[in-house]
T-cell receptor, first 114, second 114 residues
């Protein structure tokens, strides 16, 4: 059975701090790993990682994948209160015949205090 | 706004009833995915359609069924509802499939079974 573990489950920091969110996975037919941010409603797409060791950046957010050790991290620098959300990690698997999908972790609930 | 539209936003119904949730994918997207999100389980994959055909099934109960129509909109039918079916149901779409392009989520339908 596919398994995705995110840590920590919850994190409270002050505005301006840097945080690192972790995701480890054990899935079959791995293709890529995606990160999403979920505030009150729909998860919104952040990153799609397909290659090991290549950092992807978007403003204060960055992420990297290690396909050998089966984990990914999401870094947020100079955190702001608007970064408060649940961050979801989701490996993408492909099982042939066009069947694919994302297996989500339970998320890291990040709270940024002013 | 992800471009994925789900209706209704909220649904309250009694046990034993049947409901239909509707999803319009982003313009041009061929793949539609349904997910269930409850407090203790996180986002659980239910089913995937691609251009009208079922491609993958996840943890979907036999009481639940779905279809994707020629205009690419999709419906999720839930019958013989139980209290435990109360959850947020998300629809997501992608151009071809999660392997090649990220999923974009709608705002969800919150189902409450009383």
């Amino acid at each position: 059975e596919d398994k995705v573990v995110q840590s920590p489950l919850s994190l409270v920091v002050h505005e301006g701090d840097t945080v690192t969110l972790n995701c480890s996975y054990e899935v079959t037919n791995f293709r890529s790993l995606l990160w999403y941010k979920q505030e009150k409603k729909a998860p919104t797409f952040l990153f799609m990682l397909t290659s090991s060791g290549i950092e992807k950046k978007s403003g204060r957010l960055s992420s990297i994948l290690d396909k050998k050790e089966l984990f990914s991290i999401l870094n947020i620098t100079a955190t702001q209160t608007g970064d408060s959300a649940v961050y979801l990690c989701a490996p993408c698997t492909f099982s042939g015949g066009g069947a694919d999908g994302l297996t989500f972790g339970k998320g890291t609930h990040l709270i940024i205090q002013p | 706004d992800s471009g994925v539209t789900q209706t209704p936003k909220h649904l309250i119904t009694a046990t034993g009833q049947r409901v239909t949730l509707r999803c319009s994918p982003r313009s041009g997207d061929l793949s539609v995915y349904w997910y269930q999100q409850s407090l203790d389980q996180g986002l659980q994959f239910l089913i995937q359609y691609y251009n009208g055909e079922e491609r993958a099934k996840g943890n979907i109960l036999e009481r639940f069924s779905a279809q994707q129509f020629p205009d690419l909109h999709s419906e999720l039918n839930l019958s013989s509802l139980e209290l435990g079916d109360s959850a947020l149901y998300f629809c997501a779409s992608s151009f071809q499939g999660a392997e090649n392009s990220p999923l974009h989520f709608g705002n969800g339908t919150r189902l409450t079974v009383t």
